[in-house]
């Protein structure tokens, strides 16, 4: 059984920094898109960012780039969201997500999901 445990929230002030670990256990995971959603109270899930098991390769939402980084370890089976400069706009419930589907970028393609980590980000 996939399980996809998040880690890493917090509280911060603007202009810090944190990172997100997502542990990844069940299955291997090659092929495999592993992505970042965001909820903030009273919106939708929106997507952050995304990187291939495999190639490594990413996409990020306009809003985060520059700012945050998606990677992963595969010897750890965990994927990394480094969150720096961050904003007031950032605070939200962070997912971890994995989809069969390369390249999936809607919350529809993602099969898999965490229980998600508050980041609160004081002005």
């Known amino acids: 059984q996939v399980q996809l445990v998040e880690s890493g929230g917090g509280l911060v002030q603007a202009g810090d920094s944190l990172r997100l670990s997502c542990a990844a256990s069940g299955r291997t995971f090659s092929g495999y898109t592993m992505g970042w959603f965001r909820q903030a109270p009273g919106k939708e899930r929106e997507f952050v960012t995304r990187i291939n098991w495999s190639s490594g390769s990413t996409y990020y939402t306009d809003s985060v780039k520059g700012r945050f980084t998606i990677s992963r370890d595969k010897a750890k089976n965990t994927v990394y969201l480094q969150m720096n400069s961050l904003k007031s706009e950032d605070t939200a419930v962070y997912y971890c997500?994995?989809?069969?589907?390369?390249?999936?970028?809607?919350?529809?393609?993602?099969?898999?999901w965490g229980q998600g980590t508050q980041v609160t980000v004081s002005s």
């Open positions: 997500a994995a989809a069969r589907l390369s390249g999936a970028t809607t919350r529809s393609q993602y099969d898999y």
